[in-house]
């Protein structure tokens, strides 16, 4: 059985009672140690590596080149990764999906990712207290700290998990380009976070990492039949 097509391949239902022991043993608990992982990366960035002041450099150099043209576009772009957003898309991905394949079990996919993603950000952004960037800021600062990016994790775990559910569609030029257009997203987001002067590049890639993981997790989180 192939992972990226491991639903299609095993469609049998689970019960809910094998599914929440899966979810808690195969997604919850690594991800227990991912959470560990990033909080002891920020504050080793903040001690040992004395914040990483060389990506001060790197937020001045993209803040010189804001346009107006382009203040407006990272504005919507940004927009895509704000908690209603996210959530918002996600509840009718999941009635979607659970209504054109009548299996819950993979309509929660994206759910378990985002949820999975909100959890380990907000309880690291809150140990780690990373300051934000010292450029002026285009976006009012939520009240979390800088590291990890809750936007960029959020956007990546949402749309990798709908990348991953989209394996599933037969015909190939239109997997293909489901699949791109939805691993391009987060990539725009996280350019947007940087350009309005919102993270760190290291945040950024930090919160980019725990929502790839958190979405392979959710896909993996229900075990299938060899």
């Given at each position: 059985?192939?992972?990226?097509?491991?639903?299609?391949?095993?469609?049998?239902?689970?019960?809910?009672?094998?599914?929440?022991?899966?979810?808690?043993?195969?997604?919850?608990?690594?991800?227990?140690?991912?959470?560990?992982?990033?909080?002891?990366?920020?504050?080793?960035?903040?001690?040992?590596?004395?914040?990483?002041?060389?990506?001060?450099?790197?937020?001045?150099?993209?803040?010189?080149?804001?346009?107006?043209?382009?203040d407006s576009i990272t504005m919507v772009l940004s927009h895509i990764g704000n908690t209603e957003i996210v959530i918002g898309?996600?509840?009718?991905?999941?009635?979607?999906?659970?209504?054109?394949?009548?299996?819950?079990?993979?309509?929660?996919?994206?759910?378990?990712?985002?949820?999975?993603?909100?959890?380990?950000?907000?309880?690291?952004?809150?140990?780690?207290?990373?300051?934000?960037?010292?450029?002026p800021h285009l976006d009012p600062a939520p009240p979390t700290s800088s590291y990890p990016s809750g936007h960029v994790g959020?956007?990546?775990?949402?749309?990798?998990?709908?990348?991953?559910?989209?394996?599933?569609?037969?015909?190939?030029?239109?997997?293909?380009?489901?699949?791109?257009?939805?691993?391009?997203?987060?990539?725009?987001?996280?350019?947007?976070?940087?350009?309005?002067?919102?993270?760190?590049?290291?945040?950024?890639?930090?919160?980019?990492?725990?929502?790839?993981?958190?979405?392979?997790?959710?896909?993996?989180?229900?075990?299938?039949?060899?």
């Amino acid at each position: 059985m192939a992972f990226l097509t491991r639903y299609s391949d095993d469609p049998s239902a689970p019960s809910v009672g094998s599914a929440l022991r899966d979810l808690a043993v195969r997604a919850a608990a690594p991800a227990v140690v991912l959470w560990v992982l990033i909080v002891g990366g920020g504050l080793f960035i903040k001690g040992p590596l004395k914040g990483l002041s060389s990506e001060d450099t790197i937020s001045k150099d993209v803040q010189e080149t804001r346009t107006r043209t382009w203040d407006s576009i990272t504005m919507v772009l940004s927009h895509i990764g704000n908690t209603e957003i996210v959530i918002g898309v996600c509840v009718v991905a999941v009635g979607l999906i659970w209504w054109r394949t009548r299996e819950w079990w993979r309509a929660l996919v994206p759910a378990i990712a985002i949820s999975l993603q909100a959890t380990v950000f907000v309880i690291a952004t809150a140990v780690v207290g990373r300051p934000r960037p010292h450029v002026p800021h285009l976006d009012p600062a939520p009240p979390t700290s800088s590291y990890p990016s809750g936007h960029v994790g959020a956007a990546t775990a949402l749309y990798v998990s709908f990348a991953l559910l989209a394996q599933s569609i037969e015909r190939p030029a239109l997997r293909r380009l489901v699949t791109t257009l939805f691993l391009v997203i987060p990539v725009l987001v996280a350019y947007a976070r940087l350009y309005r002067g919102m993270h760190h590049l290291s945040d950024i890639l930090i919160g980019a990492a725990n929502g790839l993981v958190c979405a392979l997790l959710a896909w993996a989180y229900l075990r299938r039949k060899a």
